[in-house]
């Protein structure tokens, strides 16, 4: 907690002087002049244009193509599209069969998400717009048959968010899912007649051979042409063997890959009117349509899960290194309202580049959330616990390996051997062996600090009309009590992540103090056990000193 509020108290004279004018810019919102400045940068308001088109008159009446749709960011956009655009003509969402299911059946799952609770509940018939177009995005014209092609023919809105985001994936899978499948989608656009914008979904983390990444499209580290055309002839096992080597040495091939996408909507930026979007890491949503709805155990939010139910309990990173995440939907927000804008601007060869980050204005450090970790798991300890909360943070190598050992691996030995006794399938060491690795691979990233310049994004915001600002205004996570936010991170964690209710906190509140006393048992023991076998049964200390004493020629 002190870490975390040391953190806080890290912002200067001018992060509290901009957080103060955007207060005073929402509260006299009906004065459209409005100039303000931050780090020196002047936004100027002047020019906003009251004839403008608000957001839902814009997409009035518009098809949307979305491919990603079924990811983590692509459903928080479908749901504040329908909810907040609710004239929206159709919404084309681009997906494939999976695990059995076709295209009809994962749309009617997508739309039973607590996500879309709100919809249900008050405008069901809404959900109606939402169109599955089976297709693959790692196919050539992304698997669309000729049907659906004339489908989409008025399409004049396209948000490309779909992108495989795991850190292991082939070179030559990442180049085919991320760099062709934005190639693909390009070509797409080009097919269109009504074409006003197409939002391309990048990552703040596709440059970091720069410690400061600024808003613009940054030199490539490959041709993406003949990155392609290797990925489609090249043996997949010869291409990993050189991958390091021609990826340039980026930490994995997911970063390289969105890195030559943006270099495909770089060339076509004369040809279509295009923006780059780059999220941070992308977490909780912060209030819409309801706060900490999430679906996976990526960022911070895996970190505050690990640490209540007591499965992280160390953790090899810099203790300072500022934890850059932002909450779903402040980003979905300022992806429409970028491509609201860049529909309006009308004909610009421009490429508009936003990188949508908040560590230049809120900051937390890594040993402020496992601070906050354990903190928050006192007042709402989850059910599934394994062990008590805990977690702490390794700053040298040697150090976290020994912790690994002792307080990961031997406690998952022991409690899968009790599994096993009690006839229960054991799982806690393949759930350690899991951790292990998503820590190793996202070494690169808690070891490094980058400084994601936003000035775009952050004026972005001053754009949105008086009407507009109920529903897109996204700044305001700026005066958000970041506590609140972690602690429904939390709860998001158990509801949707473990599937725990709220009624049982009681139980895991018995729980997690009998966690507690057996956790400080097992240590004692294990203290107790090396105390007397170091101390008196080998005599270790009477070992050393006679050690010393013969060094030093000391004795008689």
């Not at 956009?77 to 681009?94: G, H, M, Q, T, Y």
């Not at 269109?192 to 613009?216: F, G, P, R």
Request: aromatic content about 10%.
């Amino acid at each position: 907690m002190h870490a975390f509020l040391k953190s806080e108290q890290k912002s200067d004279a001018k992060k509290l002087a901009f957080a103060n004018e955007i207060k005073k810019k929402r509260q006299q919102i009906d004065e459209f002049h409005v100039d303000f400045i931050k780090d020196g940068v002047l936004f100027d308001t002047k020019s906003r244009d009251p004839n403008r088109p608000s957001i839902p008159e814009f997409f009035k009446g518009r098809d949307i193509f979305i491919t990603g749709g079924t990811g983590f960011m692509g459903k928080v956009l479908i749901e504040k599209l329908v909810r907040s655009c609710p004239d929206i003509n159709r919404i084309f969402v681009l997906m494939r069969g999976k695990r059995g299911k076709n295209v009809q059946e994962r749309l009617e799952e997508l739309k039973n998400l607590p996500l879309f609770e709100l919809l249900r509940t008050t405008q069901p018939k809404l959900l109606e717009k939402i169109i599955p177009v089976e297709g693959d995005v790692t196919e050539l014209q992304l698997g669309l048959s000729p049907e659906s092609l004339k489908s989409m023919e008025n399409v004049s809105v396209i948000f490309h968010a779909a992108a495989s985001v795991r850190f292991d994936d082939t070179l030559q899978y990442a180049i085919i899912l991320n760099t062709r499948g934005t190639r693909e989608v390009m070509r797409f656009g080009e097919t269109l007649k009504k074409i006003k914008v197409i939002l391309h979904v990048s990552t703040t983390y596709c440059n970091i051979k720069s410690k400061t990444v600024k808003e613009e499209i940054y030199p490539p580290l490959a041709d993406w042409k003949k990155s392609i055309k290797i990925a489609e002839t090249i043996d997949p096992y010869i291409l990993d063997i050189l991958g390091p080597k021609y990826t340039r040495y980026m930490p994995n091939t997911y970063t390289f890959s969105k890195n030559l996408s943006e270099q495909i909507i770089n060339d076509y930026k004369e040809r279509l009117p295009v923006i780059c979007f780059r999220p941070s890491i992308v977490i909780s949503t912060m209030k819409d349509p309801f706060p900490g709805w999430i679906d996976n155990f990526n960022g911070p939010v895996g970190l505050l899960v690990g640490c209540g139910m007591g499965i992280t309990r160390t953790m090899y990173c810099n203790k300072d290194n500022i934890a850059d995440f932002t909450p779903v939907d402040v980003s979905i927000k300022a992806m429409i309202v970028a491509a609201w804008k860049r529909a309006i601007d009308g004909d610009t060869k421009k490429l508009p580049v936003y990188n949508s980050s908040t560590s230049t204005i809120r900051q937390i450090s890594m040993e402020g959330i496992v601070m906050s970790a354990k903190d928050l798991s006192e007042n709402m300890p989850l059910e599934k616990m394994i062990w008590a909360p805990g977690g702490s943070i390794a700053m040298l190598r040697i150090t976290n390996f020994i912790k690994t050992i002792l307080f990961h691996i031997m406690p998952a030995v022991l409690i899968d051997y009790g599994l096993k006794l009690t006839g229960r399938a054991p799982f806690v060491l393949g759930l350690q062996r899991k951790v292990y690795n998503a820590n190793c691979a996202l070494e690169y990233f808690i070891l490094n600090n980058w400084k994601f310049l936003n000035v775009n994004f952050l004026s972005l915001d001053n754009e949105i009309k008086e009407e507009d600002v109920r529903d897109f205004h996204y700044t305001d996570f700026v005066q958000f009590d970041m506590m609140l936010y972690l602690k429904n991170c939390i709860l998001g964690g158990k509801r949707y992540l473990l599937g725990e209710k709220d009624e049982n906190i009681p139980y895991a509140k018995a729980n997690y103090e009998m966690m507690k006393k057996l956790d400080f048992t097992v240590k004692a023991t294990i203290f107790l056990v090396i105390f007397y076998f170091t101390v008196i049964h080998y005599d270790c200390v009477g070992i050393f000193r006679k050690f010393v004493l013969e060094i030093f020629g000391l004795t008689k």
